[in-house]
């Protein structure tokens, strides 16, 4: 009966020896029941408060200005030039009685525009002149009459209207305003229809002009420029016939011309090297 012990020991061995083996593979091959799936994550209640978004960066500041160079100084401000105060004008005017306006009239139908009517002008031009005299009162008193004296036979050949001007300047620049400057003198051939005429009392020999008179002048054809923007001539007597041609001079006689020679191409120079700003034409820089 032994070997039958034999073989059943040998067959038990056998069994328990497979039986270990499947229960080594089962285990590897199943490890078990699955661990639970991780739970969701949780969302912040609604009510919690949101972190604050990071905070702005602050406005670059603005570049300053460059520092002077070392030894210099900064540039002073530009001072504000006030307009000089007008001139103070004395009113003595000339007798313009009815007769003087009707001769006036007669005078620009006759030498401007045959359907003139009265005696209105549009300032354009302004003439410096002067007296040939060295008395403001005489000059007045000259002025005054209503007919041109005879014995200046050009002049009155071509009509029996006296001379005059709107302006009388005396030696020691006062300024005496004779007529308002919308109306017609008889002062300059061709332009009296444009035209403020200034007549500065003395000549160019025993009574040049004044100082006086250059600043009177000076500050006379500021005022008038300030009051009268349509002015864009400033010129002497003498430089009239330069205009002859220009939109502005008009005279219907051919063979009415005069010459002559005041202020003179000195004063002029110095009048208007005093009013460069105002950009005011001469006799040679053409229409306005």
């Given amino acids: 009966m032994r070997p039958a012990r034999e073989d059943m020991s040998d067959r038990t061995g056998s069994i328990g020896h497979v039986a270990a083996v499947s229960l080594l593979w ?6 078990g029941p699955a661990a639970p799936p991780a739970a969701p994550p949780v969302a912040a209640p609604a009510s919690a408060a949101s972190p604050a978004p990071p905070a702005a960066s602050p406005a670059p500041a603005p570049a300053a200005s460059p520092a002077p160079a070392p030894g210099t100084s900064p540039a002073p401000p530009v001072p504000t030039v006030a307009p000089p105060p007008p001139p103070t004008i004395v009113e003595r005017p000339i007798t313009y009685d009815e007769a003087r306006r009707q001769r006036t009239i007669a005078y620009r139908r006759r030498h401007q ?5 009265d005696i209105t002008i549009d300032p354009k031009i302004i003439i410096l002149h002067h007296t040939g005299g060295g008395d403001l009162d005489a000059t007045w008193r000259y002025f005054d009459r209503a007919t041109v004296e005879k014995a200046r036979k050009i002049i009155a050949r071509a009509g029996d209207l006296n001379v005059s001007a709107h302006f009388l300047v005396d030696r020691d620049g006062t300024i005496v305003r004779l007529m308002p400057e919308t109306w017609m003198a008889r002062h300059c051939v061709g332009l009296n229809h444009v035209a403020i005429g200034v007549e500065n009392v003395g000549d160019n020999a025993d009574r040049p002009l004044t ?4 600043a009177a002048d ?5 005022d008038l420029k300030a009051r009268f923007p349509g002015i864009t001539h400033l010129i002497g007597h003498h430089e009239y016939l330069a205009l002859e041609g220009h939109p502005y001079f008009r005279e219907r006689e051919a063979d009415y011309r005069t010459r002559k020679g005041d202020p003179g191409p000195a004063f002029m120079r110095r009048v208007r090297a005093q009013l460069t700003d105002l950009n005011l034409a001469g006799p040679d820089l053409g229409p306005p």
């Fill in 26 to 31: 089962a285990l590897a091959c199943d490890p």
């Fill in 113 to 117: 525009d045959p359907g003139a009517t």
């Fill in 211 to 214: 100082d006086a008179q250059l």
């Fill in 218 to 222: 000076v500050a006379l054809v500021r």
